[in-house]
């Protein structure tokens, strides 16, 4: 992944716009200010439709998406049930999504809002939403995406670890809500105890694929200077199947396939199991009033 490396170093936070200078996590650089963490690399619009092609979905970075389609919809209505907790009259309520994917989450809103769209960079993802699930999905940059229309909630679950430039999405859906409007995020905490305790091994960190390493603090700086007022923030715990776990440790981490495919004949893959560690946060926050 050399090849995304930049000659100079990043200079400017995108969380505050202190000084960006080395940091103790090597490929990574640190903000002076507000302790920000980012990699140090740049990706152009085709790099970034070549690292979430089909094959992002299917052997580099998972197993298989659609086969764990029902624990990851699982995950969702936690989520939901979640923003309840905030947003009354949920059926009367629109909502966008932002890195969509296949459109599992699509599916499963539209049974709590009386509308849901979405969008995602990876063709491939949508053509699936759009023509296996039915759900109104959009192939293409949320940045330069314009509709005209209004939002009452926008998520990006799991995305804005992946942005080149998260601020400029985050104010961009500021804008494209209504008034009291509510912004959902997923991430990990990069200054969480177990991120802190494993450093550069933490499994949040791996780029070109993750290019941001927020804390709940400074994720909380950058939404604050968008134009929101944080209403909630949870550790929610995330059913995972064994499958999953073991490919990532084995066959992206270490290349051991063998040894994957040695459990995996065993039967132990089919297992889910509940992890949470503390250190993958949901912030939920609403348009200044």
């Not at 140090?40 to 690292?51: A, F, P, Q, V, Y």
């Not at 409007?181 to 200054?191: A, L, N, R």
């Amino acid at each position: 992944m050399n090849i995304w490396v930049i000659s100079e170093m990043k200079k400017t936070c995108l969380v505050c716009g202190g000084s960006l200078g080395k940091s103790k996590i090597k490929g990574l650089v640190q903000c002076d200010t507000c302790g920000f963490l980012t990699t140090n690399l740049e990706l152009t619009s085709d790099e970034i439709k070549r690292l979430y092609s089909a094959n992002y979905y299917h052997g580099e970075e998972y197993a298989d998406y659609l086969s764990d389609k029902e624990i990851i919809q699982h995950n969702f209505r936690k989520r939901i049930k979640r923003i309840g907790r905030v947003l009354s009259e949920m059926k009367q309520k629109r909502l966008f999504e932002i890195g969509c994917a296949y459109g599992f989450f699509l599916e499963t809103a539209k049974k709590f809002f009386c509308d849901a769209e979405g969008i995602d960079i990876s063709e491939d993802a949508v053509q699936y939403a759009k023509e296996n699930l039915r759900q109104n999905a959009h192939a293409g940059d949320f940045a330069t995406f314009e509709n005209g229309k209004k939002y009452d909630v926008i998520c990006m679950w799991d995305t804005i670890e992946h942005l080149e430039r998260p601020q400029v999405y985050v104010k961009k859906a500021h804008d494209m809500l209504e008034k009291d409007g509510y912004i959902c995020i997923t991430t990990g905490d990069v200054g969480s105890l177990n991120a802190r305790m494993r450093g550069r091994k933490w499994r949040q960190i791996h780029p070109p694929t993750h290019l941001h390493y927020f804390s709940r603090k400074t994720l909380t700086m950058l939404l604050d200077k968008s134009g929101f007022r944080v209403v909630d923030v949870s550790y929610p715990a995330n059913t995972i199947s064994v499958n999953t776990i073991l490919y990532t440790l084995l066959c992206i981490k270490s290349h051991h396939e063998k040894l994957y495919q040695f459990f995996k004949n065993l039967g132990i893959t089919k297992i889910n199991l509940n992890i949470n560690f503390r250190d993958f946060m949901f912030i939920i926050a609403q348009v200044k009033q």
